[in-house]
Nanobody, 122 residues
Framework: QLVESGGGLVQAGGSLRLSCAASGRTFSSYVLGWFRQAPGKEREFVAAIGWSVGNTFYADSVKGRFTISRDSAKNTVYLQMNSLKPEDTAVYYC?????????????????WGQGTQVTVSS
């Protein structure tokens, strides 16, 4: 089970930190990722992290502004979002992939959270 939190309303240029608490299994061989979906658009990859190694990968649109990290003791993945822009407005989803290797395609991920809304005002 994946449960996101931390979404909300923020002004452009502001920051938010999303959390994804994982339970029900061990994620030592998993990849945890963040995706987002804006109204009328397809779900898109944001960032991902290999749980055991800690390697990360980012979409070009968020590189340098967002940081993904994990706390193994808390079984939690974070997405620190800085310098937010109105175009970052979307529902953000946490996802887990039970195979090695970071992938950007949503259908490569087996488990999904319910999503948390992020709204950035101009």
């Amino acid at each position: 089970q994946l449960v996101e939190s931390g979404g909300g309303l923020v002004q452009a240029g502001g920051s938010l930190r999303l959390s994804c608490a994982a339970s029900g299994r061990t994620f030592s061989s998993y990849v945890l990722g963040w995706f987002r979906q804006a109204p009328g658009k397809e779900r898109e990859f944001v960032a991902a992290i290999g749980w055991s190694v800690g390697n990360t990968f980012y979409a070009d649109s968020v590189k340098g502004r967002f940081t993904i990290s994990r706390d193994s003791a808390k079984n939690t993945v974070y997405l620190q979002m800085n310098s937010l822009k109105p175009e970052d407005t979307a529902v953000y989803y946490c996802a887990a992939r039970s195979s090695v290797g970071i992938r950007m395609a949503p259908d490569a991920y087996n488990y999904w959270g319910q999503g948390t809304q992020v709204t950035v005002s101009s």
